[in-house]
């Protein structure tokens, strides 16, 4: 029984963290990596800080989901989405949640003194952003603008650990990958959105209600222009312009298909994002 008991917290604490939806740390992950695919490293010193970027946001996302999680633990229980979650549903308890965020957070803080000093403060000036985020949907229609910049932040750790500066290609990158967060958590967004009608919570999905496939494709044209000219400037090469061609070809027929009236293709196609990401870092790091 006991087995049993601290078996079914254990796992409680997994769901927490969003364990077993690895999809949330990745998409946090893949803009560190764009932005390391942009510096000429050595193979190792590259591949170490892949593996640093790859531990940051897997406890910085955990962390963002215990404090959402915290904010919303009233609104969570009328979603039927997240009416099951550990603090919603009472199989965790607050200062269980509290032990456990300043775990991560303090894991997170011995990842972030890896850095430079100065690259530390832009990192921690990323903090104000990630406890705004989970209140930022009772004010706006447009929470995504304020995840996308969370989101998007470790071009900027990067840029600052390395050239100490944010150069033109980080300023496209770093807009691009606002759009793209934009874009795949509002595809995410309308997975919730009837119940967040419902429950008077705002996002780009009640916003733009039946319209938000056009504007999804706006956001995703926008980081496939980016990208383009990012492979471009780096290589000069017109093969790059048809492979990112081609990606925004495939990109599009994604976004034809996804059925915006139904929770199970929002899911399918957000999680997609994963996969375009992995084709973006390639392409990059080709170009």
């Given at each position: 029984m006991l087995d049993s008991l601290v078996l079914k917290k254990i796992t409680s604490y997994l769901d927490l963290i969003r364990f077993y939806k690895p999809i949330g740390f990745l998409l946090l992950m893949w803009p560190c990596w764009f932005s390391l695919s942009l510096m000429k490293l050595e193979i190792n010193l590259l591949l170490s800080w892949l593996i640093i970027f790859l531990m940051g946001s897997f406890f910085m996302r955990s962390a963002g989901c215990i404090i959402n999680d915290m904010v919303d633990k009233e609104i969570d229980k009328k979603v039927y989405r997240t009416a099951l979650r550990p603090l919603a549903s009472g199989n965790i308890s607050l200062t269980e949640a509290s032990i456990l965020l300043f775990i991560l957070l303090s894991l997170s803080l011995l990842i972030l003194l890896q850095f430079k000093f100065f690259t530390m403060i832009i990192g921690l000036l990323s903090i104000p952003f990630v406890i705004l985020y989970p209140f930022a949907k009772?004010?706006?229609?447009?929470?995504?603008?304020?995840?996308?910049?969370?989101?998007?932040?470790?071009?900027?750790?990067?840029?600052?650990?390395f050239n100490q500066k944010i150069n033109l290609n980080h300023i496209v990158l770093y807009v691009a990958c606002v759009f793209w967060t934009i874009g795949y958590d509002t595809i995410y967004a309308y997975q919730d959105k009837v119940d967040d009608i419902k429950n008077s919570i705002k996002s780009t999905a009640v916003f733009f209600d039946q319209n938000g496939k056009f504007?999804?494709?706006?956001?995703?044209?926008?980081?496939?222009?980016?990208?383009?000219?990012?492979?471009?400037?780096?290589?000069?090469?017109?093969?790059?312009?048809?492979?990112?061609?081609?990606?925004?070809?495939?990109?599009?027929?994604?976004?034809?298909?996804?059925?915006?009236?139904?929770?199970?293709?929002?899911?399918?196609?957000?999680?997609?994002?994963?996969?375009f990401a992995i084709m973006l870092f390639v392409y990059l790091s080709i170009f």
């Amino acid at each position: 029984m006991l087995d049993s008991l601290v078996l079914k917290k254990i796992t409680s604490y997994l769901d927490l963290i969003r364990f077993y939806k690895p999809i949330g740390f990745l998409l946090l992950m893949w803009p560190c990596w764009f932005s390391l695919s942009l510096m000429k490293l050595e193979i190792n010193l590259l591949l170490s800080w892949l593996i640093i970027f790859l531990m940051g946001s897997f406890f910085m996302r955990s962390a963002g989901c215990i404090i959402n999680d915290m904010v919303d633990k009233e609104i969570d229980k009328k979603v039927y989405r997240t009416a099951l979650r550990p603090l919603a549903s009472g199989n965790i308890s607050l200062t269980e949640a509290s032990i456990l965020l300043f775990i991560l957070l303090s894991l997170s803080l011995l990842i972030l003194l890896q850095f430079k000093f100065f690259t530390m403060i832009i990192g921690l000036l990323s903090i104000p952003f990630v406890i705004l985020y989970p209140f930022a949907k009772r004010f706006t229609h447009f929470p995504q603008i304020i995840l996308g910049l969370i989101f998007s932040w470790g071009i900027l750790i990067v840029a600052y650990e390395f050239n100490q500066k944010i150069n033109l290609n980080h300023i496209v990158l770093y807009v691009a990958c606002v759009f793209w967060t934009i874009g795949y958590d509002t595809i995410y967004a309308y997975q919730d959105k009837v119940d967040d009608i419902k429950n008077s919570i705002k996002s780009t999905a009640v916003f733009f209600d039946q319209n938000g496939k056009f504007f999804v494709f706006i956001c995703y044209f926008i980081v496939i222009s980016a990208f383009g000219y990012l492979g471009w400037s780096s290589s000069k090469s017109i093969f790059s312009l048809i492979i990112m061609a081609i990606i925004g070809f495939c990109t599009y027929i994604a976004i034809h298909k996804w059925d915006i009236d139904s929770v199970k293709s929002s899911a399918f196609y957000f999680r997609q994002n994963n996969i375009f990401a992995i084709m973006l870092f390639v392409y990059l790091s080709i170009f």
